[in-house]
């Protein structure tokens, strides 16, 4: 029998239906990403499993104990399940470690010394012994959420339910947690993860869950659901959380943001610095040094420009496509008669196939 069974799973609120028909099985030490557009039920179908809301109708067997049952004890239920949420939800009047000693104090009858023998063991396992006595508030929010991983893991729990614990973190944070999750995965730990990080989802997962309107669309191991997706809504999703994108309506625009933008992009694939410079340099040269520059020269105030950047995970087969189609009405601006011959070089220095895909859309693909 599986760990845990889902079966006709559904959940009404009173205006969405973020449920409509959930089915799944998960296996003892699978790591399950769950992944799908915002707002398609996965922190929903989390909170149901460890009944943190409760469903409309169906049924969710956890070591075959239903929890919908009105008889279930939902507490000792609940202690074989480990939550990790978007914030950290560390009580700030108690220093780190006493934050982990609670449960097993308050729940499981341990000795004040047993618990912080436990809780020292778990902080130095994500990394974070030398802050035991530190307050919350003097913690990163990387490290934060660490020790709330930490103190998932106090009640020995058999599942661990992670509900996007990246997502309210900056990226040079989101590898340390990320770094953290996938040395659980390698220890054997049953994980279910809602993440928007491709990455982990790829790279840690036994099993990727793809989610949508409610219902899972597809299922499979990350190679299959990244490579070879088998539903369009699944390709067309893994293309654009794949992507980034920027529009340019005014010679006025934000270059500074334009450029903050793109590096979070190039953080979030954990592209190498080599792979990252590229990207940053050609979006420089092509679009601020030559495009923006003619529309300047041309006095056109809306160059309606629209630059795309995709990349597998980790910065391979890079790609760049820029559509100016609105410039080409006082000539290419690409041309030889009007690009900056410098830029065009560094631009090609860059780029290892240069492709028209119609007139005034070009797309630069990365050495």
């Given at each position: 029998m599986s760990l845990i069974e889902i079966q006709h799973l559904r959940?009404?609120?009173k205006d969405v239906?973020?449920?409509?028909?959930?089915?799944?099985?998960?296996?003892?030490?699978e790591v399950i990403s769950i992944i799908g557009p915002s707002g398609?039920?996965?922190?929903?179908l989390l909170r149901c499993i460890n009944r943190l809301e409760t469903p409309t109708s169906g049924h969710i067997m956890v070591d075959?104990?239903?929890?919908c049952d009105p008889s279930t004890d939902l507490p000792a239920m609940r202690r074989k399940m480990g939550m990790v949420f978007q914030s950290y939800n560390l009580f700030d009047h108690r220093r780190v470690v006493e934050n982990l000693m609670m449960g097993p104090m308050d729940l499981l009858g341990k000795s004040q010394q047993e618990a912080k023998e436990r809780a020292l063991e778990l902080l130095d396992l994500v990394g974070l012994k030398d802050k035991a006595n530190a307050w919350p508030r003097d913690l990163s929010g990387g490290q934060r959420q660490r020790a709330a991983i930490a103190r998932s893991l106090t009640m020995d729990p058999q599942i661990l339910l992670f509900d996007e614990p990246?997502?309210?973190?900056?990226?040079?944070?989101?590898?340390?947690?990320?770094s953290v999750m996938r040395d659980l995965?390698?220890?054997?730990?049953?994980?279910l993860v809602v993440t928007h990080e491709m990455s982990f989802a790829r790279k840690a997962s036994s099993r990727v869950l793809y989610m949508d309107r409610g219902v899972i669309w597809e299922e499979g191991t990350p190679r299959q659901i990244f490579e070879n997706p088998q539903r369009p809504e699944t390709h067309d999703f893994i293309f654009r959380v794949r992507g980034w994108e920027y529009h340019i309506n005014s010679l006025a625009f934000d270059m500074p943001g334009m450029m903050a933008s793109l590096d979070t992009y190039c953080a979030h694939?954990?592209?190498?610095?080599?792979?990252?410079?590229?990207?940053?340099?050609?979006?420089?040269?092509?679009?601020?040094n030559l495009l923006v520059e003619e529309a300047r020269k041309r006095g056109v105030e809306d160059p309606d420009l629209h630059v795309e950047l995709f990349s597998g995970e980790g910065g391979v087969d890079v790609v760049l496509r820029v559509?100016?189609?609105?410039?080409?009405?006082g000539g290419d601006p690409l041309s030889p008669e009007y690009r900056d011959e410098l830029s065009y070089a560094m631009i090609r220095g860059h780029t290892r196939e240069i492709t028209e895909i119609e007139p005034g859309i070009m797309q630069f693909r990365l050495r």
């Open positions: 959940k009404e609120f239906v973020p449920l409509e028909d959930i089915n799944a099985t998960i296996d003892a030490g398609t039920g996965k922190s929903t075959g104990i239903d929890m990246t997502s309210a973190l900056d990226p040079t944070m989101v590898s340390e947690v990320l995965a390698e220890r054997g730990h049953t994980m694939l954990f592209m190498g610095i080599r792979t990252a410079n590229s990207c940053e340099l050609l979006v420089e040269e092509l679009v601020v559509d100016f189609r609105k410039l080409l009405d």
